[in-house]
């Protein structure tokens, strides 16, 4: 096993910004599941790419962006 050291200030922002990413994939996963009656109106894959995102992140496995509006764009694509 391989250790890294990385300021205190880079993880803290790391840290920040992988709750933010976690909250706003919570808002989305209620706001889809909430709605059940819409549920079968969602294209098939689309659902399929969002377990992957959430596979993913369970697994530990993330996505680094440069700044918050490549954060905000890359949310609106999904």
């Known amino acids: ?24 994939l919570d808002l989305l996963q209620k706001a889809v599941f909430e709605n059940s009656k819409y549920y079968y109106d969602i294209n098939p ?19 680094k962006f440069s700044s918050f509006s490549s954060f905000k764009k890359y949310l609106k694509d999904l």
């Open 1 to 24: 096993m391989t250790t890294i050291t990385i300021p205190i200030k880079e993880y803290k922002e790391s840290i920040q910004i992988q709750k933010s990413i976690l909250s706003r």
């Open 45 to 63: 894959s689309l659902l399929k790419r969002y377990e992957k995102i959430s596979l993913d992140l369970d697994k530990g496995k993330g996505k």
